[in-house]
């Protein structure tokens, strides 16, 4: 199919690397320095020119950079590359961070991690050669990154773990800038002669370190980076007598560089924040003995102790005692949940009454959290259609910027006598105004932060082109069973004849214990909440095809189909119009047959979940069709559907579900498909957008482009509300990183401003942006 292909086509864009070559391999690096895309960019180019390397993709906000090989690479000249640049890099240990490329669609998923990051072994580093180690440690994954590089004048060193941010290296040198700015300008006032020599020996102590590292870009691909626009500007205003502003300027453009590390590094804590949700230590229960042991050991099967108001250390499943568990800093939502025995809990969430104890089902590497946060910091490295574009205009901007410069800076001179020093000062301020940071990062910075709100809602989107993505979509498919209901059956109706409800159901509780199957679990919790006492059973045998007989209190009962059990007793008319109202409402009825007589009935139907109707709604009011998808039969299907006002179509096969999502692509809608089941998957992948529910098999979760971690119906809306604020977002950026340039740009040629405001326009328009995009982490949808 035409759209299938053109999926696979766009899967590098959704979670794998772009082009990556079939049977090809990843391999995944931790760099620590990088601030905006004008850095990604540079580091993108340089580690492309390298032998071996099929493809490139590196996140700012994810401070990573995954490189897919078809072959053996040198991970020493990858590392060696990017650390000339001025970056620290560490990769992971050997084997667990090289994983195969399917080229298409190879996807990581929430609830279920193939990446596999190790979190014990020893990183391969990159030291200073000037004999100093410089070390940053990372947090994300139990990684370290080292921060030493080629040289020890670069400006990309971020504080280590704990350290203040003026303790930094670009803060230090920043700092002594500054200072000698100051210095230089007591002495010239005391000594005026000097004055120009003293003002030149403060504008090196910050432009050497920014020239070598536009020398080192250009050699590695760069040749127009901010730093060679900088480094020209510079340059050029010493020519022209104006040594002051340039010292003056270059000051400025650390300081713009320092606030635009400060946002870089808040973008990275929004979602590494929900790392440190997990406790660092945790009570375990071992041979009879409660010991504290660190939270990362913890092992699948120890069981837990947890006490009122604490925060749970693993995710697990409670196998004692009751509690409200506030889930608020994991899925966002705001009314603690009762959760008992045989319930999931997850690790972060808060117990706030109750001492539970819970059976560990995750690792610390493996679990919610861990999952969530390495799906988003890959999702981060994939980058946008917009995003795309973007990058494309910028390197055909920069150079135009240059050419602009050069125009303005010679062609009133040469054709009409103006004066020189003036035209080259205006080219000089044109060239700092051109500085395309801001622009190139009004994109990455509102995505990256979009898919941060949304991963602590729950809400995982696999790549900025999916979040991009759902802004368009007119149409969503829904598979019926355990994404718009439950996925599994509740006793709903219990009637009595000549007897009690209560009789009816401790009767067939006493038929069903020991049971699996799925209506057995129904009756059985549903005396379990109601507190109906179960009788023993004695001589309890399934017929097959027909139900469960067996002797309670001496009295022979059976449970079974309508059929089977008008087979032991007559129905009465009262009776069959029962039964056919209840089946008339698409639920499962079992006949209860007590002494010879029909002692009542129990109804039975896999409920729509409790946003289920509330989340339809939404989508309708976002002007968004709502369809049903469903191999349920029809009846069934119908009386689900009206309850939630959504249309359906039903006794559909696997097949069927992706032929009608085809239909609905060629009436010209934009479709995406929810689903759970591995009878979704050929929709999943068929559909513009599939989105799995958090509580769905392997498959799904595996084929689609988002998921819905807490399998909230309502959260489908709120995804396409969060595309449509990322994308506004982005708007305002483009608009405020262009129009503050065109400006500028005019009072510049107009002799308004200088090189100073030139500088403040490029810092302040990418401070701004940033901020604006960090907004986003509010996002409450």
């Given at each position: 199919m035409r759209r299938h292909a053109a999926r696979a086509a766009k899967a590098g864009d959704v979670m794998t690397i772009p082009g990556g070559q079939a049977g090809g391999k990843q391999t995944r690096f931790k760099i620590s320095g990088m601030d905006c895309a004008s850095c990604a960019a540079k580091i993108d180019t340089a580690v492309r020119r390298l032998d071996g390397v099929a493809d490139v993709s590196v996140s700012v906000t994810g401070a990573s950079m995954t490189v897919s090989h078809g072959g053996p690479l040198d991970d020493g000249k990858v590392l060696k590359q990017v650390a000339r640049l001025g970056y620290g890099i560490a990769k992971a240990q050997a084997g667990k961070n090289e994983r195969p490329s399917a080229g298409t669609k190879a996807h990581d998923h929430a609830g279920h991690d193939h990446e596999g990051h190790d979190h014990t072994g020893h990183d391969h580093e990159v030291h200073d050669h000037q004999g100093h180690d410089h070390e940053g440690h990372d947090h994300r994954g139990g990684e370290r990154v080292a921060s030493g590089a080629v040289g020890s004048s670069h400006l990309h060193i971020d504080a280590g773990p704990g350290q203040p941010l003026w303790r930094s290296r670009r803060a230090m040198l920043t700092l002594a800038c500054a200072a000698a700015l100051l210095a230089a300008y007591g002495i010239g006032h005391l000594?005026?002669?000097?004055?120009?020599?003293?003002?030149?020996?403060?504008?090196?102590?910050?432009?050497?370190?920014?020239?070598?590292?536009?020398?080192?870009?250009?050699?590695?691909?760069?040749?127009?980076?901010?730093?060679?626009?900088?480094?020209?500007?510079?340059?050029?205003?010493?020519m022209i007598n104006a040594t002051e502003e340039a010292a003056a300027v270059v000051v400025l453009f650390l300081i713009g560089e320092l606030l635009e590390g400060v946002a870089a590094g808040r973008a990275r804590a929004s979602i590494q924040g929900l790392a440190d949700l997990v406790p660092k230590t945790a009570l375990v229960e071992r041979a009879g003995v409660t010991s504290e042991v660190a939270a990362d050991q913890l092992a699948v099967g120890d069981i837990i102790l947890v006490r009122p108001g604490d925060r749970i250390p693993a995710d697990g499943e409670i196998v004692e005692g009751s509690g409200d568990i506030d889930e608020a800093p994991v899925t966002g939502e705001s009314t603690p949940k009762r959760k008992g025995v045989g319930e999931a809990v997850f690790a972060g969430t808060i117990n706030i009454d109750g001492v539970l104890k819970a059976r560990v089902t995750a690792t610390a590497a493996d679990n919610t959290i861990a999952?969530?946060?390495?799906?988003?910091?890959?999702?981060?490295?994939?980058?946008?259609?917009?995003?795309?574009?973007?990058?494309?205009?910028?390197?055909?901007?920069?150079?135009?910027?240059?050419v602009v410069g050069a125009l303005v800076a010679l062609l009133p001179p040469l054709v009409a006598g103006s004066d020189w020093n003036e035209w080259i000062y205006k080219g000089l301020a044109i060239l700092l105004i051109g500085c395309p940071c801001a622009l190139?990062?009004?994109?990455?910075?509102?995505?990256?932060?979009?898919?941060?709100?949304?991963?602590?809602?729950?809400?995982?989107?696999?790549?900025?082109?999916?979040?991009?993505?759902?802004r368009r979509i007119t149409a969503v498919a829904f598979d019926k069973t355990g994404t718009l209901t439950l996925g599994k059956p509740d006793v709903t109706d219990v009637l009595a004849f000549g007897g009690d409800e209560r009789s009816v159901l401790a009767l067939a509780a006493a038929l069903e214990q020991g049971s699996s199957h799925p209506l057995a679990v129904a009756i059985l919790d549903k005396a379990r909440v109601?507190?109906?006492?179960?009788?023993?059973?004695?001589?309890?045998?399934?017929?097959?095809?027909?139900?469960?007989?067996?002797?309670?209190?001496?009295?022979?009962?059976?449970?079974?189909?309508?059929?089977?059990?008008?087979?032991?007793?007559?129905?009465?008319?009262?009776?069959?119009?029962?039964?056919?109202?209840?089946?008339?409402?698409?639920?499962?009825?079992?006949?209860?047959?007590?002494?010879?007589?029909?002692?009542?009935?129990?109804?039975?139907?896999?409920?729509?979940?409790?946003?289920a109707a509330a989340g339809i709604a939404a989508l309708k009011g976002e002007g968004i069709r709502a369809v049903m998808l469903?191999?349920?039969n029809r009846r069934a299907a119908t009386a689900i559907a009206a309850?939630?006002?959504?249309?359906?179509?039903a006794e559909l096969m696997p097949q069927d579900k992706q032929r009608i999502v085809g239909e609905l692509q060629r009436g010209g809608l934009t479709v995406a498909k929810v689903g759970d089941g591995i009878n979704d998957a050929p929709a999943l992948a068929a559909a513009d957008i599939g989105i799995a529910m958090g509580s769905g098999t392997d498959v799904a979760l595996e084929t689609a482009d988002a998921a819905i971690l807490h399998s909230r119906v309502t959260d489908v809306a709120r995804m396409v509300r969060l595309s449509r604020a990322?994308?506004?977002?982005?708007?305002?950026?483009?608009?405020?990183?262009?129009?503050?340039?065109?400006?500028?740009l005019v009072t510049t040629i107009a002799g308004v401003t200088g090189l100073w405001p030139a500088i403040l326009a490029d810092t302040g328009a990418t401070v701004l942006v940033t901020a604006n995009a960090m907004r986003l982490l509010r996002w409450r949808g």
């Open positions: 000594f005026p002669v000097a004055e120009r020599w003293v003002f030149l020996a403060a504008l090196l102590v910050g432009l050497v370190p920014i020239a070598r590292r536009a020398l080192m870009a250009a050699l590695a691909g760069t040749p127009f980076s901010i730093e060679t626009l900088m480094t020209i500007a510079a340059t050029g205003a010493v999952r969530v946060v390495r799906l988003v910091e890959e999702a981060q490295e994939a980058k946008a259609p917009t995003e795309r574009f973007i990058d494309r205009f910028s390197r055909t901007y920069t150079p135009g910027v240059l190139v990062i009004s994109t990455p910075a509102a995505i990256a932060a979009g898919l941060a709100a949304g991963a602590r809602r729950g809400l995982l989107m696999k790549g900025g082109a999916v979040l991009e993505g759902f109601d507190k109906v006492p179960v009788p023993p059973v004695l001589s309890a045998k399934a017929i097959s095809g027909k139900g469960v007989e067996g002797s309670v209190g001496g009295v022979k009962v059976f449970l079974g189909s309508g059929q089977a059990a008008a087979e032991r007793a007559p129905l009465d008319e009262a009776q069959s119009l029962a039964i056919e109202s209840l089946n008339g409402q698409g639920k499962t009825v079992s006949v209860l047959v007590a002494d010879g007589a029909i002692a009542g009935l129990i109804a039975m139907r896999d409920e729509p979940r409790p946003d469903t191999g349920d309850s939630l006002g959504i249309e359906a179509r990322v994308m506004a977002n982005i708007g305002q950026n483009i608009t405020v990183a262009l129009g503050l340039k065109a400006v500028f």
